[in-house]
């Protein structure tokens, strides 16, 4: 090993896990995750509420312009 780079060793390649292996670690970060993980309060939940409305509404404004611009400006097929 290089004195280089100290912390290289860290990083080397892992033998190939068994499926039990990675099955393992798959419920342990899951575990992990949802001890973490919390239900939102009220405020948090209508703020993701609002942030979605106002998406699906710009999307459907940007697509009716869209199709209006193509069937009134530019007519194709005639």
């Known amino acids: 090993m290089s004195t280089k780079y100290p912390k290289y060793e860290n990083f080397q390649q892992k033998k190939k896990q068994s499926y039990y292996d990675?099955?393992?670690d798959?419920?342990?970060n899951s575990k992990r995750i949802?001890?973490?993980a919390n239900k939102p309060n009220r405020k948090e939940y209508?703020?993701?509420f609002k942030i979605c409305g106002i998406g699906l509404?710009?999307?459907g404004?940007?697509?009716y312009v869209i199709?209006?611009?193509f069937?009134?400006?530019i007519p194709l097929g005639k």
Do not use: E, M
Request: hydrophobic share 65%; proline share 0%; aromatic share 12%.
């Open 26 to 28: 798959f419920y342990r």
């Open 57 to 59: 509404v710009v999307l």
């Open 34 to 36: 949802l001890k973490i």
């Open 46 to 48: 209508f703020l993701v």
């Open 61 to 63: 404004v940007l697509s």
């Open 67 to 69: 199709q209006l611009i």
């Open 22 to 24: 990675k099955l393992s």
């Open 71 to 73: 069937s009134v400006a």
